[in-house]
Each structure stands twice: as structure tokens, then as C-alpha cells.
């Protein structure tokens, strides 16, 4: 039984109830990260608007965006509760990370860009664990569709190319010698 009193559906190939629930909690853990994760794409595209890093970053956010809606929709399909709890905790952890200076405090320090750019190389690499993790199961769930998850991965996967590009040049920028 879950925290309302109703009975749970099986998924077949976890264990159990218990299964159930840790997937439960691992997805809401995943949305906590997806949710740090949008915010902080946005952040940067609107932060570095007018640049070619701002333009290089817009799409990738909106895709990050949607990444969130579509691990709340295969939520919604397993039927496992969203705690929004761990949402909440996800924006207030990326709303602290700004109050960070990163050696400027009256403008934007190209250190910033450099810094939000790892992290998002590592919400996306854990968002690719997320739907590995998902693609396994949809072998012995039928309400996981194996073809959008593996869209998804490879959706994830170019996104990790091109944020890994970014924050090598960006890297190279934030770094060179006068």
C-alpha cells in the first residue's frame, strides 16, 4: 500500500512492492535533479542571452524542459506519486548555487558560465542513467514505451555532446592568458 491507503500495481520485474516503491523514490530523486537541472539551463540561456553561448545553450534548455514533462508523464503512467517536496528542494538548491560569486560580484564571471555548464554535463549524465534504468524495464512493462525511451536517450546523449563541446570552449575562454 502506498502513503494514501490504495493498493499499488505490480510492475512486473521489480520486487514486489518494495520494488515499487524504491522506483518511486528513484524517479521523484530524478525529477528533483530534472527540476535543478531546467532551471539552471534557463538560467544560463537567459544569463548569456546575445552571446553564442546563450544561443548554443536556448535549445538545449527547452529540451531539458521537456525531458522534465516526460519523466512526470511516465510517472504518471507507473502511477507513482510526485513528492513535491523534492521538487521544491531541487529549485531551492539551484537558486542557491547562483548566490555563489565565482571572483565577481558586480558582473557575470565567465567562471559562472564554466561552472553551470559542468553541472549541467552532470544532470544530463545522470538524466541518460534515468532513462537507461527506464529502458530496461519497459522489456517487462507495458505501460514504458520502449521506443520513446530510447528517443530519449539518444535525445540526452546529443545533449551531453554538445554541453561537453560547450564547456570544453568555454573552458578554453575562461582560462586563456591575457
Not at 539552471?40 to 546563450?54: I, K, N, P, V
Not at 514533462?69 to 507513482?80: I, Y
Request: proline share 4%.
Amino acid at each position: 500500500m502506498n502513503d494514501q491507503g490504495r493498493s499499488i500495481p505490480f510492475l512486473p520485474g521489480l520486487a514486489g512492492q518494495n520494488g515499487y516503491t524504491l522506483l518511486g523514490i528513484y524517479l521523484n530523486d530524478h525529477l528533483a535533479g530534472a527540476t535543478m537541472g531546467a532551471e539552471r539551463a534557463r538560467h544560463l540561456a537567459t544569463a548569456c542571452r546575445g552571446s553564442d553561448l546563450g544561443a548554443a545553450v536556448a535549445p538545449i534548455a527547452t529540451a531539458i524542459a521537456e525531458d522534465r514533462r516526460s519523466l512526470l508523464a511516465v510517472m504518471r503512467r507507473l502511477e507513482l506519486p510526485v513528492r513535491r517536496y523534492k521538487v521544491y528542494a531541487g529549485r531551492l538548491g539551484e537558486r542557491a548555487g547562483r548566490l555563489k560569486s565565482n571572483g565577481s560580484l558586480l558582473r557575470r564571471s565567465p567562471l559562472s558560465s564554466l561552472l553551470e555548464l559542468e553541472l549541467l554535463q552532470i544532470g544530463v549524465q545522470g538524466k541518460i542513467c534515468a532513462w537507461d534504468t527506464l529502458r530496461a524495464l519497459a522489456d517487462h512493462e507495458r505501460r514504458l514505451d520502449p521506443h520513446q525511451l530510447d528517443g530519449l536517450l539518444d535525445r540526452a546523449r546529443e545533449q551531453l555532446r554538445t554541453i561537453d563541446d560547450l564547456r570544453a570552449r568555454q573552458a578554453a575562454e575562461t582560462f586563456r592568458g591575457p
